[in-house]
C-alpha cells in the first residue's frame, strides 16, 4: 500500500529552525506534485509551500524567505527546513503528494499522518 511517511517537527523557540521530511513508501508510476500543508487549531488547513516533479515551487506568502522546500526525485522525498520561525507557524504539517500509482491510474492525493510544530519560549 502506498503511503506517506512523515518526520521531523518538534518544539522550538521563536527564531529557531526545524526540518521536515517526508517520503512515498511504496511503488509509484510518478509523482507530479508534493507540498506541505499546515493546519493550526481553529483554522482551515492552508498550503504552505509546493513544489513539482520539473522543480516549479510556490510559497505562502507568510513563510516566503524563512521556508525552503525541495524534493528528491529518486526516493520520492519532499523535505521542508524551517527557519527564523515564529510563534504564528505552530500548527500541524502535513505531507501532501499527487501522484500515479500505475501509467492508467487516476491521480490519487495522499496525505501524511501530520506532524506538530511548536513555536514557543
Known amino acids: 500500500q502506498v503511503r506517506l511517511e512523515e518526520s521531523g517537527g518538534g518544539l522550538v523557540q521563536p527564531g529557531g529552525s526545524l526540518s521536515l521530511s517526508c517520503v512515498v513508501s511504496?511503488?509509484?508510476?510518478?509523482?507530479?506534485?508534493m507540498g506541505w500543508y499546515r493546519q493550526a487549531p481553529g483554522k482551515p488547513r492552508e498550503l504552505v509551500a509546493g513544489?513539482?516533479?520539473?522543480?516549479?515551487?510556490n510559497y505562502l506568502d507568510s513563510v516566503k524567505g524563512r521556508f525552503t522546500i525541495s524534493r528528491h526525485n529518486a526516493n520520492n522525498g519532499v523535505y521542508l527546513q524551517m527557519d527564523s520561525l515564529e510563534s504564528e507557524d505552530t500548527a500541524v504539517y502535513y505531507c501532501?503528494?499527487?501522484?500515479?500509482?500505475?501509467?492508467?491510474?487516476?491521480?490519487?492525493?495522499?496525505w501524511g499522518q501530520g506532524t506538530q510544530v511548536t513555536v514557543s519560549s
Open positions: 513544489i513539482s516533479s520539473g522543480g516549479g515551487i
Open positions: 511504496g511503488s509509484v508510476f510518478r509523482t507530479p506534485t
Open positions: 501532501s503528494a499527487i501522484l500515479y500509482i500505475n501509467p492508467s491510474s487516476e491521480p490519487t492525493h495522499l
